[in-house]
């Protein structure tokens, strides 16, 4: 049983038999462990050997068959999928591809290493990089990993690793999971998530915010966990309480499945509890997911990812097939509602064939997103073109907003090259000098949106996958939260709309401290709308301006949670 109220008990890190972690996805849980190793067969690997290949083209073409089973593997699992979990299914897919990988793996087996030892050899070059830029290009090394370790089962005729579908409704427990693994879990009998690694804006917690299935991650010593403990894992504080007493933890669960019943029932429009709106998006990747997020209870798209439909290309969409795909995400919400379109951000763990640049020494201080169009400005003139022609074709109203802004004149130029084709413009709130000078940028643009797991990151300066400095890379951080206010603030002088379109939206709790600093509007997955546009409605306009100062002021983020979760009355 699972419940999406944040009416828990509090943290227990300090009781026996606990663990504490960084909540993720909020919820309460209880059930048995299912704890997943990711290991391949002893004695699959000592039966394979040397693989005995007559030379090293035969070892290769082995490598290559591989290759393409596992990369056909994802790419089936993205054609089923939607949204974030869609999106990273699709990189996956292209990593396992690499040609720098394979080139790595002929180097390797050239000097004589056998085709096992060289794909791992391989793979620990790239994680090696991968984590030694840091920032988003570190998450890619527990996707390399990943692909190791599928690539080798292929080899040895084994079935490739990940999570089985549980016998009976259970707690998963990992170090992490790949992507691969956490979009296919099933919520009807995945209770929770509980890791050992990661941050609050990993694959993982991102793809299990889609999912709506409670997560804790950084939970050191998961891993120590019997298989079939009963846990009772609280997605809003954070703890995972090792066998609890089973008549209460089911008391604590049966009463908050009356609360997600009343959630269930939330209709929308969103609102606080004395009337103030506050208009509730969903974030989408593509056609269908835009389709589904229609008939959730939201007022249209606050985030549409354009990247999706660049990921897996080697040369650059027409104009004509850009504006195919993305009439198919604007179609649903022509009327009175409204999709904010962010143009192309590729870089950083979001490589594009055609677009980004190699070999930069940090990706994620490098260029990425808007500035692509820096030494290629055809790129983004050609995707806003499309963008137009989608948006007159079906008649939505259409936002549009450019990524990794830093200056004020980067967002005066989009905001020309944007308005010159009829639409409105806006910038992303990712680098902290955005916010700090917000005032500045409202006077060029119609209205900013806050990527708040990019602004974390780089407010912190920590490492997102850096599961040691996970209780930095929490948007409930004092620091964060004040650059969140500057740039609300920034919007009421301005009358201008101010959102949240990172996953920290989708937390009822900071959902509440958001509104009250002075957001507008709140983007999330729309399996996260009912829970937050519920909360906002039994909260009223001077409670959220109660529990946002209580946020800020807060010494931590735990304190934080804390402080609001006290003044809601759980």
């Not at 004589?112 to 793979?123: H, S």
């Not at 259970?170 to 990661?198: I, K, N, Q």
Request: glycine fraction near 10%.
């Amino acid at each position: 049983m699972v419940t999406d109220s944040a009416a828990v008990t509090p943290s227990t890190q300090d009781a026996p038999g606990s663990l504490q972690g960084t909540p993720v996805v909020p919820g309460l849980a209880f059930g048995p462990a299912l704890v997943i190793r990711t290991e391949i067969p002893a004695e699959a690997v000592a039966r394979f050997g040397d693989g005995g290949f007559a030379d090293e083209d035969a070892a290769l073409a082995a490598y290559d068959a591989a290759v393409e089973a596992v990369a056909a593997g994802f790419a089936a699992k993205a054609e089923v999928a939607s949204g974030a979990a869609a999106e990273v299914l699709t990189a996956s897919a292209g990593l396992a591809r690499d040609k720098g990988l394979r080139s790595a793996v002929r180097k390797a087996l050239r000097k004589g290493d056998d085709l096992l030892t060289a794909v791992n050899e391989a793979a620990e070059q790239f994680v090696t990089i991968f984590t030694s830029m840091g920032g988003l290009m570190a998450e890619r090394a527990t996707d390399l990993r990943d692909i190791e370790r599928r690539l080798v089962a292929r080899l040895v005729g084994e079935a490739e690793p990940g999570v089985p579908t549980p016998e009976r409704p259970s707690v998963v427990v990992a170090e992490d999971l790949a992507p691969a693994d956490t979009a296919g879990l099933d919520p009807a009998v995945v209770l929770a998530l509980v890791t050992e690694r990661g941050g609050p804006t990993s694959h993982t917690a991102i793809i299990a915010r889609q999912l709506g299935i409670p997560c804790v991650v950084g939970a050191a010593g998961a891993l120590s966990i019997d298989a079939g403990t009963p846990l009772l894992v609280d997605g809003t504080s954070g703890s995972v309480r090792l066998r609890p007493d089973a008549a209460e933890a089911e008391r604590l669960v049966a009463q908050d499945v009356e609360t997600r019943s009343a959630l269930s029932s939330w209709v929308g429009p969103g609102a606080t509890a004395d009337g103030m709106p506050v208009k509730l998006l969903a974030n989408v990747a593509d056609g269908e997911s835009s389709a589904s997020s229609a008939q959730a209870p939201v007022e249209g798209v606050g985030l549409f990812r354009t990247e999706l439909c660049f990921l897996n290309r080697v040369e650059e969409p027409t104009v004509e097939e850009q504006a195919d795909i993305y009439a198919a995400v604007l179609a649903p919400f022509a009327g009175s509602q409204y999709v904010v379109v962010r143009t192309l951000d590729a870089g950083s763990d979001k490589p594009v064939a055609f677009a980004t640049h190699e070999g930069e020494e940090n990706p994620a201080l490098g260029v990425r997103g808007l500035r692509l169009s820096f030494s290629n400005p055809g790129l983004l003139e050609r995707q806003l073109d499309a963008i137009a022609i989608a948006a007159e074709r079906t008649g939505t109203e259409t936002w549009v907003m450019a990524p990794m802004v830093a200056t004020v004149a980067e967002a005066r130029g989009f905001a020309a090259a944007v308005r010159g084709r009829g639409l409105k413009a806006g910038v992303m709130v990712e680098v902290p000098s955005a916010a700090l000078l917000a005032p500045r940028m409202l006077a060029e643009v119609d209205f900013l949106s806050i990527g708040t797991n990019d602004l974390t990151q780089y407010t912190m300066a920590a490492d997102r996958m850096a599961t040691d400095l996970a209780h930095l890379t929490d948007p409930w951080q004092p620091a964060v939260l004040q650059l969140i206010a500057i740039t609300a603030e920034a919007g009421k002088q301005a009358g201008k709309p101010v959102g949240v379109c990172g996953e920290a939206a989708a937390d009822p709790l900071l959902a509440c401290a958001l509104v009250g600093m002075g957001v507008t509007s709140l983007s999330m997955a729309a399996a996260a709308v009912r829970p937050v546009g519920a909360r906002l409605a039994t909260t009223t306009s001077e409670q959220c301006e109660d529990v946002a100062e209580a946020a800020l002021g807060a010494e931590d983020p735990a304190a934080g949670r804390a402080a609001v979760l006290a003044l809601l009355g759980g």
